[in-house]
């Protein structure tokens, strides 16, 4: 196998379409559901609705000159800058989401929507204090949705803080479990990687047995998880289960081979 996946990266991975578009219409997890506790973000303006959608059909670019433009006639708004910051982040540079997505929440603080990406971009760029930070706010204003959870387990898990790192991505499992099942549906990848990195604070406690049933419930979940395949592999090979481990290196490479393949062609 090669070496192990970049958490980071394998953190970033697990994207269910832009959050600009969909609300959370819950609470905190188990609880009862008030509309009023989706997380809060300014009106979109017309103009910049074409920006959302062309986020969410990944072409970056053209969502970046439609919100230029408007900040040309509307300097400083909160949703223009989001929409640039978010589609940099979507590309996966980084270095350029983070000051737009800085500077929303400098002109709106209680736009909530913007603190995860702005945690997920300070992560995937090794400030984990300000990862921390930002993803401490979003859980605190998006409870019922797992990424705050998430978030602060990825920050406890790369800091080698195993106790903490278990407490909240079983918290983000617990959220998971709240959501109605549509919704559950729809972001199972995500719910793939609580599992995943759970699997990995169980693995680096010795827990073999119990790192093995996340990471099969992971790759259940999303059976093209990367970091989930490597670690089972892993824990194959520690638990003396050779011609499993081997079985899994095997889909490990094909998968790896399909994420890295062009849209539209088969890997070999």
Same mark, same amino acid.
């Given at each position: 196998?090669r070496?192990w996946?970049n958490?980071r990266?394998a953190?970033?991975?697990?994207r ?8 959370l219409?819950?609470?905190a ?10 997380p ?7 103009e ?15 969502a970046?000159?439609i ?11 909160p ?12 590309a ?9 997505l ?20 300070r992560?995937?760029?090794g @400030? *984990? +204090? &300000? /990862? %921390? =930070? ?5 859980? !605190? ?27 909240h991505?079983?918290?983000?499992l617990?959220?998971?479990d709240?959501?109605?099942p ?12 609580s599992?995943?990195r759970l699997?990995?604070?169980r693995l680096?406690?010795? @827990? *073999? +047995? &119990? /790192? %093995? =049933? ?5 790759? !259940?979940?999303?059976d ?25 290196a095997?889909?490990y490479?094909?998968a790896?081979a399909?994420?890295?393949a ?7």
């Open positions: 196998m070496p996946p958490r990266a953190g970033s991975a697990s269910t379409g832009s959050a600009l578009l969909v609300g219409l819950v609470t997890c188990g609880e009862a559901a008030p509309a009023s506790s989706a809060r973000r300014p009106t979109m303006a017309a910049l609705r074409p920006a959302a959608a062309a986020i969410d059909a990944r072409r970056f670019e053209e970046r000159r919100a230029q433009a408007y900040l040309g006639e509307h300097a400083h708004d949703q223009a800058l989001f929409l640039i910051g978010l589609s940099h982040a979507y996966d540079n980084h270095g350029a989401a983070r000051p737009f800085e500077q929303t929440l400098a002109r709106a603080p209680d736009f909530d929507l913007a603190w995860e990406p702005l945690a997920r971009t992560f995937l760029l @400030d *984990l +204090a &300000g /990862a %921390r =930070a930002a993803w401490t706010s979003y859980a !605190e204003r998006a409870p019922a949705d797992p990424k705050g959870p998430h978030g602060l387990g990825l920050v406890a898990l790369e800091e080698t803080r195993l106790d903490e790192a278990e407490a991505f079983r918290r983000a617990a959220c998971f709240a959501l109605e549509r919704q559950a549906a729809a972001r199972a990848g995500e719910r793939s990687e599992h995943a699997g990995e604070v680096a406690a010795g @827990d *073999l +047995a &119990g /790192a %093995r =049933a996340e990471l099969l419930r992971a790759i !259940e979940l999303s093209g998880n990367l970091s989930a395949l490597y670690t089972l592999g892993l824990v194959h090979r520690r638990l003396g289960e050779e011609a499993l481990a081997d079985a899994v095997a889909r490479e094909r790896r399909a994420r890295l062009p849209q539209g062609t088969a890997p070999r």
